[in-house]
């Protein structure tokens, strides 16, 4: 049995430095990105992500914050002063009434 040479066509020779030039790229991108990641970790930045709401633990500190309200504002809804038409009546204090009178002077005496 006489064996041929393996005679490679032109196309497959394109293909593979095709191959070898896209393996190139993407090892590229692959350290690229490792790169920053490392970077990043060992910069020590804060490493909150990002989920489209504000957080205030991401902006920068006031230097010179407001002081404190001594008189906070009350919650929304709430009026800031009571007056007596809005104001919470006083412990009701059932009437005594005849028929109730016997009972309440009943159980004083039990006690």
Known sequence: MVMLPKVEHELHGRRRSRNVGLLVVLLLFV??????????????????????RPRP???PRDPNPPAPNAAPVVAPGVPDTVTPSTAAPAAAVAPSTPETAPAVEATEAAE
Do not use: P, W
């Not at 690229?32 to 990002?50: A, C, E, R």
């Open 57 to 59: 633990s991401m902006l």
């Open 31 to 52: 350290a690229l990105v490792f790169g920053l990641s490392v970077v990043k970790i060992t910069n020590g930045d804060m490493m909150q992500g990002y989920d489209h």
